[in-house]
């Protein structure tokens, strides 16, 4: 009479991310986690304090459980500890009798064995939250995150959450009373997520962030030929691994609060100036327009100014660079000529 039918959602593999020779960016691996329901639970702080005594449980375990405990509702399993080994594994489940609504469980978890390299054109995945939920919901996507605890927070991870996400699947379980599984009546096989194949080059990220040294700035490698992106670079970067299993807040707040800000994706969100590479596209506009046709030139004197101010914008090499015409101008960049010709 008490049995029921309960739908048990299976969480798809989500897609890996590969740069263009194969070479892996973002993929997954299981592992075991010590979660904690606590709605199941009478005092949450002495489960902990007798857990801690079977297998460790530090300090970062503790604020990262109470903060992904404040953003998940009661019912909920939450992680307190995550990689277990084997023998932390075993220990613990000949006690499981003494620790009702505290399970292990296995779960998938989203791993970037490249580090640092290319975090901001990678972004990571981060726990489901409040916001994401109302995202999901307009979207109609909430469904298909039955549950699953992670979401693309950045970057491709973001960006192509729906293609590397995949389709959950479902069993249809009868539990008894007790809410124990009795048997599978039903299931539909979760579809895998896609997997991301990059133009990008590691090779290529590598030598070009390791170019940059402590300095801060962007670049972005392009093919001229086909557009495709060979390398995206923000520095300072940041391990997206960081983020997977719930920041603590040592390391948050050392990214948030340093003057370097490693969060920002500045090739993006970076304000630049395009620099001398504008120059030529000056020089193409004032020879559509007829403003300038060869054989114009210029006495160069070192510096420009504008009718009626005094100012002087300088130009890079001091006293000039003499007699220029455009051909000239674009081979020595020189800043005076553009300065006329964009005027």
């Keep these: 009479e008490n049995n029921r039918i309960s739908l048990v959602p299976i969480v798809p593999n989500r897609g890996l991310i590969l740069d263009r020779n194969g070479v892996l960016l973002a993929h997954n691996f299981f592992v075991y986690t010590l979660e904690i329901t606590p709605a199941r639970v009478g005092d949450v702080e002495e489960t902990i304090n007798e857990i801690s005594k079977l297998i460790e449980v530090g300090s970062l375990d503790r604020k990262r459980f109470k903060k992904l405990r404040e953003q998940s509702h009661s ?96 069993q249809q379980v009868e539990t008894d009373a007790d809410g124990h599984a009795v048997r599978v009546l039903s299931s539909t096989a979760p579809v895998p997520g896609d997997n991301l194949i990059l133009s990008v080059d590691s090779n290529l990220q590598r030598i070009a962030e390791e170019a940059f040294g402590e300095r801060r700035g962007a670049m972005v490698a392009i093919n001229p030929s086909n557009g495709e992106v060979l390398a995206y670079v923000s520095m300072p970067t940041f391990d997206p691994n960081l983020f997977v299993g719930g920041i603590d807040s040592e390391n948050w707040k050392a990214l948030n609060e340093s003057l370097d800000k490693p969060l920002i994706n500045r090739p993006l969100h970076g304000i630049y100036p395009p620099g001398s590479t504008f ?60 300065y006329g010709l964009a005027l």
């Design 75 to 170: 019912f909920e399993s939450v992680p307190l500890r995550t990689h277990l080994n084997d023998v932390e594994a075993a220990r613990f489940a000949v006690n499981h009798y003494r620790f009702p609504g505290v399970d292990i469980k296995s779960r998938l978890f989203r791993h970037y064995p490249q580090g640092k390299l290319g975090s901001h054109l990678i972004g990571y995945i981060g726990r489901i939250n409040d916001n994401d939920l109302d995202s999901l919901e307009e979207s109609g996507d909430l469904s298909n995150y039955k549950g699953s605890d992670h979401i693309g927070k950045g970057g491709l991870e973001q960006y192509y959450e729906r293609n590397l996400h995949g389709t959950t699947g479902f």
């Design 279 to 338: 120059k030529p596209f000056v020089a193409m506009a004032g020879l559509e327009s007829g403003k300038r046709t060869p054989p114009f030139s210029i006495t160069d004197p070192g510096f420009f100014t504008l009718p009626g101010n005094p100012h002087r914008y300088r130009d890079w090499k001091p006293g000039g660079h003499g007699q220029v015409d455009i051909q000239r101008a674009i081979t020595i960049s020189c800043d005076t000529f553009f």
